[in-house]
């Protein structure tokens, strides 16, 4: 799941649990709600954590490692 995704979720599921007042039996669209935003949380959290740049296990390199690019010869 992607941050778009994640931030998705927990909007619809704000306005779930906090702007829609219809009852129906059987299902709490306040209860969906809440359930939609924790899931978008862990979600975003989980996004945030396994992004390289934010991750403990991402790809870094050492501080004096660098690329060098040598130009080819013309003989």
Do not use: C, H, K, N
Request: proline letters at 1%; a neutral charge; aromatic letters at 10%.
């Amino acid at each position: 799941m992607g941050i778009g995704v994640s931030i998705f979720l927990i909007a619809l599921g704000a306005i779930l649990a906090f702007a829609v007042e219809v009852t129906f039996s059987g299902l709490d669209l306040q209860t969906v709600g809440v359930i939609l935003m924790i899931v978008g949380a862990i979600g975003l959290v989980a996004s945030l954590l396994f992004w390289s740049s934010f991750s403990p296990y991402g790809r870094r390199g050492a501080a004096g490692d660098r690329v060098v690019v040598r130009d080819r010869e013309i003989l």
